[in-house]
């Protein structure tokens, strides 16, 4: 037991929110296996919580604060299935939860338990991220279950009003409570779907972290961490899954060169222009393990697992000449053959200019402006600048960059576009 009178009432309300954060999870996913209800479980888990700070400040922090948390909801989950005359359909289940409080009281919890803890988890993943809700909401409630996010901390990280990422997570949960999702690990025939919605909800939460869509920083590092903390948890949950691996490799390797994307004053530094001894071997070096764990499954490659591969042509490159430009190719028309984007095929482009030159990725660029479903996408005429500036037709990459700039959300990422417009009207010829 630590004392919480030497520790202080700032100090010990900084630890139970530390605590709270690495345990919400697993105590809502030990509840929700109760109660069937992923609200009702969290509202009994915050009440877990609430109590944890009515008496620890008192009584010292536990030695096992996310047992006594887990302990303390699950007797009030108890309570409320018996007030609900529940206890003879949960009969069974609840004696044996009864059975591992106790053992748990005693510090004799068996490695079976952790097993069941790691389900529950798994199986919360499943819920907070079914298909039945849309991405926004799949996000927004796998950060407040999953991540121990508060729903002020969410609305930050979306840049978004508080109010209206509770409304989400509010109208998420009745969703999911009026469809009766049932909580438990999806049956085999409707696996792929739901892990792929699971997968979808992480790398979202990695994507808004690494390149952020709006306001005024170019990345929000903690909504990467989280995003890798979940799937490393999936990871270790699901290790059978290639694509859980391939995911987790890809944000590992796009997670090294954080350090690399920001210059002194916070400006993006685009991937050509890094200083590749900034990239995080570490991080790195687990990618490529993740990598080979994924390809070690012997299943057929999928988008993440891709993606992670081309990743893993960059990090491999100590200098951008060195990069391995026709294996990009290559893996950008095989992941284009396993989910087709037009903005994979504007990644293709890019690897095609980079492979053949850039009149061969202009020419493909050109054909998917024609398209017209990139019309709104500032990446679009961001790479046709490029390229144009690399033939030397610098009033057109010009009027590409500046067009890019109108359709850029996030200021960081407008003032580099308006920066290399300005470059492009310096350099052409008088």
């Known amino acids: 037991m630590v004392s919480s009178v030497a520790m ?14 690495i345990e919400a999870p697993r105590v809502i996913a030990g509840v929700a296996r109760l109660v069937r209800d992923v609200s009702i479980a969290e509202e009994i888990a915050q009440d877990a919580l609430l109590t944890a700070l009515e ?34 359909r949960h009969h069974e289940a609840l004696g044996r939860e009864l059975e591992m409080e106790q053992l748990s009281n005693t510090g004799q919890i ?80 409707e696996l792929p779907e739901r892990l792929a919605s699971v997968l979808e909800v992480i790398y979202l939460v990695f994507n808004e972290g690494y390149s952020a869509t709006a306001g005024s920083d170019w990345m929000r590092p ?16 699901m290790p059978a899954e290639a694509e859980v691996h391939g995911l987790v490799a890809l944000m ?6 954080t350090r690399a994307r920001l210059g002194a004053q916070g400006e993006p530094v685009l991937l050509m222009d890094q200083n590749r001894t900034l990239w995080d071997r570490l991080l790195i070096d687990r990618g490529l393990a993740s990598l080979e764990r ?46 087709p984007s037009p903005v994979i095929e504007l ?26 479903a ?18 030397g037709r610098w009033n057109e990459a010009r009027a590409e960059f500046e067009r890019a700039a109108t359709l850029a959300q996030n200021d960081r990422e407008r003032s580099l576009l308006l920066e290399r417009a300005r470059a492009a009207a310096a350099a052409r010829p008088t």
């Open 55 to 88: 008496q620890w400040p008192h009584s010292g922090i536990p030695d096992n604060p996310g047992a006594w948390l887990m302990t303390t909801a699950r007797h009030r989950a108890l309570d409320r299935l018996r007030r609900e005359r529940m206890i003879a």
């Open 222 to 237: 903690a909504l990467c961490e989280e995003a890798l903390r979940l799937g490393r948890v999936l990871a270790g949950l």
């Open 347 to 372: 990644n293709r482009a890019v690897a095609v200019a980079m492979a053949h030159g850039p009149e061969a990725g202009l020419e493909l660029v050109d054909a998917l402006a024609a398209d017209g």
């Open 110 to 189: 068996e490695a079976g338990a952790e097993d069941e803890i790691g389900d529950d988890l798994l199986r919360l993943m499943f819920v907070a991220c079914h298909p039945l809700l849309g991405a926004e909401a799949r996000t927004a409630l796998t950060l407040k279950l999953l991540g121990g996010l508060t729903t002020a901390e969410i609305a930050r990280a979306f840049l978004v009003p508080e109010a209206t990422i509770a409304q989400r997570i509010v109208r998420a949960k009745r969703s999911l409570s009026d469809a009766q999702v049932p909580f438990e690990i999806p049956r085999r025939e």
């Open 294 to 339: 994924a390809e070690a499954l012997g299943m057929a490659a999928g988008p993440y697992r891709l993606q992670a591969a081309i990743a893993a042509c960059h990090a491999r490159a100590l200098s951008p000449g060195e990069t391995d430009w026709p294996r990009i190719e290559a893996l950008y028309e095989a992941l284009s053959r396993a989910s």
């Open 8 to 21: 202080g009432a700032t100090e010990t309300r900084r630890a139970i929110d530390t605590v709270w954060r």
């Open 252 to 257: 590992e390797i796009q997670a090294s060169r």
């Open 374 to 391: 990139l019309a709104h996408y500032h990446l679009l005429p961001s790479v046709r600048g490029d390229l144009l500036a690399k033939l």
